[in-house]
C-alpha cells in the first residue's frame, strides 16, 4: 500500500496561504513536483534548503486545490462518486503535443501511405491484443501469439484464447467507433474480452457479489475494495451518460475523459473479471469516437506493459489522494506519448525497409504485396504464409490472397506444400535465390 499523505487543511486561512502559494510555487523544487505531479511518497524524499517535504506538500496541495474541477457518477439513491482533476501547464503543454501529432483533424497521409496504413493498422491490432492480454497474465511469446492471428489458428490455451479475445474486441471497436456507449455495449465488450476465459453465468453481466477484491499479487494485500454490487447498473448507466455527452459547459479534454473513464472501471470493478481489458477498450474507444485516428496505430498496452508498476500506482495514488485522478491522467498521457514515439520509429524503420524492396518491384508482374512476401521469405528462409495469414495481414479477400500465392509459385519463388485436402502451407522454392539473381 502506499503511504497516506500528511492532511492538507486548504480551507483554513486560505487567503494568506494563496499569497504564499503564488510566491514559492515558482521555486524549481516545487516546480518539478508540479511537473511530473508527484505523490507524497516521492516528495517526502526531496531536499530543499529553504522548505520541508511536508512545506512542499502544502505549498504543492494548495496550488492544486485551486485549480481542480469534479466529474460526478451517480451511485444508488442519488449519491455520487466523485473524482477530482486539474490540468497545470504542464499537463497542458503535452495535451498540446497529444492534440497536435495525434489528433482529431490531421490527415492519416501525412504520416502513413494507403499500403502503409492497413499493414501498420493489423501489426498494431495485433499488439495491443497480446499486451493487454499479457498485463492480465496471459504468457506466451509475440512471436506464437502474432502467428495464432496470421494464420487464424485456433486458441490452445487461456493465454492465447485472451489474445484473440482482445484481437477480436478491437475489431469490434473500430467497427462500432462512432457508436454511443450503453449497457448492452458494456456487455458485449465484456463478453468479447472473456469469452471461453470465464464462467458462462459471469459473461456479459455485471458480478452480483461483494467478493471481488483487487489483491497486491506479492503480498496477497488488498489494495482496493469496489463500491457495492447493488449500486453497480446505476453507477454504470451514469458512466455511460458521462461517455456519451461532453457539453459545452462541462467540457473535458477528450483525452483527459478518456483517461477518467478508463480509471473508472477499474476503480468500480463492475465484473467479476476482465475488468481491466475492458478498460483499455472504453479509453480505446473513446478516443477513436472522438477522433484520434492514430489510436488504432499503436499499441498502447505494449508501454503499460513495460510500465506496469507505475500504472498500479496511478489507481492508488488517486484513491489515497482524495480521489485526484490527475495522477491517472499523466500516468495516461506518458504512454500516449511513448506511445506516438515509438510509432514514429518503427515507421521509419519501415521505410528504410521499403527501399529495400526496390529489387522485387523490377521482377515481371509483382505487386507490393508480394514484393512484401518475397522480402520476408528471403530474410527468413524458415517461414511460411498460408492464404488466411495472407489475407489476415493485408485484409483483403481470400480469393485476391490465394492468387498472390499461386502467382508466385507459378513464378517459381515459392512452392506449394498440400496439409490436407483444403489447406497449404506456401514456402521458399528451390530455385528462389537463382530467380532472384538472374
Known amino acids: 500500500m502506499v503511504e497516506k499523505a500528511p492532511k492538507i487543511n486548504v480551507d483554513k486561512d486560505l487567503d494568506d496561504k494563496l499569497f504564499s502559494v503564488s510566491l514559492l510555487n515558482t521555486l524549481p523544487i516545487v516546480t518539478k513536483c508540479q511537473r511530473e505531479y508527484l505523490y507524497w511518497d516521492k516528495v517526502k524524499y526531496l531536499n530543499d534548503k ?57 490527415q492519416k497521409e501525412q504520416l502513413l501511405s494507403d499500403l502503409d496504413k492497413q499493414k501498420y493498422l493489423n501489426n498494431a491490432i495485433m499488439e495491443e491484443s497480446i499486451f493487454s492480454s499479457m498485463i492480465e497474465g496471459a504468457t506466451t511469446t509475440r512471436v506464437k501469439a502474432k502467428d495464432m492471428l496470421r494464420k487464424d489458428k485456433k486458441p490452445k490455451n487461456k493465454s492465447e484464447q485472451m489474445i484473440l479475445n482482445n484481437y477480436k474486441t478491437i475489431q469490434f471497436i473500430s467497427e462500432h467507433k462512432e457508436n454511443e456507449v450503453s449497457l448492452e455495449k458494456l456487455f458485449e465488450i465484456h463478453r468479447l474480452v472473456t469469452e471461453n476465459t470465464l464462467e458462462k453465468e459471469s459473461i456479459g453481466v455485471f458480478r452480483s457479489n461483494n467478493e471481488v477484491h483487487v489483491m497486491n499479487e506479492v503480498t ?43 480509471f473508472l472501471i477499474g476503480y468500480i470493478h463492475p465484473f467479476v473479471d476482465g475488468n481491466g481489458r475492458t478498460a483499455r477498450a472504453i479509453f480505446y474507444w473513446y478516443l477513436l469516437k472522438n477522433g484520434y485516428w492514430l489510436t488504432e496505430y499503436m499499441s ?139
Not at 453497480?232 to 455511460?240: A, I, P, T
Open 50 to 106: 529553504i522548505l520541508s517535504p511536508k512545506k512542499i506538500w502544502s505549498i504543492i496541495k494548495l496550488a492544486r486545490f485551486i485549480h481542480t474541477k469534479n466529474v460526478k457518477i451517480k451511485e444508488y439513491k442519488n449519491k455520487t462518486l466523485s473524482v477530482n482533476y486539474n490540468i497545470n501547464e504542464y499537463l497542458q503543454q503535452k495535451l498540446h503535443y497529444l492534440d497536435f501529432n495525434f489528433g482529431a483533424g490531421l
Open 220 to 262: 496477497g494485500e488488498i489494495v482496493h475494495t469496489p463500491p457495492d454490487y447493488g449500486k453497480l447498473r446505476d453507477l454504470m448507466v451514469s458512466f455511460c451518460d458521462f461517455f456519451n455527452n461532453n457539453s459545452e459547459k462541462d467540457f473535458v479534454h477528450p483525452i483527459v475523459k478518456a483517461s477518467i473513464l478508463h
Open 300 to 438: 498502447i498496452s505494449r508501454i503499460i506493459m513495460k510500465t506496469k508498476t507505475q500504472y498500479e500506482k496511478a489507481y492508488l495514488y488517486t484513491e489515497i489522494d482524495e480521489m485526484d485522478v490527475t495522477y491517472f491522467i499523466h500516468y495516461q498521457v506518458k504512454v500516449l506519448i511513448r506511445a506516438f514515439e515509438d510509432l514514429k520509429l518503427y515507421v521509419a524503420k519501415k521505410k528504410k525497409e521499403e527501399k529495400t524492396l526496390s529489387k522485387y518491384f523490377k521482377l515481371n508482374n509483382v505487386n507490393e504485396r508480394q514484393a512484401q512476401i518475397l522480402y520476408w521469405i528471403e530474410e527468413d528462409e524458415d517461414r511460411f504464409f498460408t492464404v488466411k495469414e495472407i489475407e489476415n495481414i493485408y485484409s483483403i479477400t481470400n480469393q485476391t490472397a490465394r492468387n498472390d500465392l499461386e502467382e508466385l509459385v507459378l513464378s517459381g519463388f515459392l512452392k506449394k506444400i498440400p496439409i490436407n485436402k483444403k489447406s497449404s502451407n506456401y514456402w521458399k522454392s528451390d530455385n528462389f535465390d537463382k530467380l532472384l539473381n538472374n
